[in-house]
């Protein structure tokens, strides 16, 4: 699975969460009282999907970007000049 689809897992996540606050009239509660069998069913998918969208999506970007940054800081502890020509392209002192 790539970014693009776990951003929309995440939207679509968002959308069945988002579906039953903002469309009341969709989702009429029962005679009996609670709420409505649909709703409840969106919400909890809407849930699972935000968690398996953001799940990729932390995998294909966040994960990467806290190894660069971590690298990044142990290059800098080890010779700071070093660490500030790799990451500014210039050539090394």
């Known amino acids: 699975m790539n970014p693009r689809n776990g951003f929309g897992f995440l939207l ?5 969460l988002a579906c039953p606050a903002l469309a009341p009239a969709y989702f009429p509660a029962p005679a009996w009282g609670g709420e409505d069998a649909q709703a409840m069913w969106l919400q909890g998918m809407g849930v699972i999907q935000i968690l398996f969208g953001g799940a990729v999506v932390l995998r294909h970007f966040a994960i990467p970007a806290l190894r660069r940054w971590g690298a990044a800081r142990r290059a800098a502890a080890a010779s700071p000049a070093f660490a500030l020509s790799r990451l500014r392209g210039l050539p090394r002192l």
């Not at 679509?12 to 069945?16: Q, R, T």
């Open 12 to 16: 679509l996540g968002v959308v069945m």
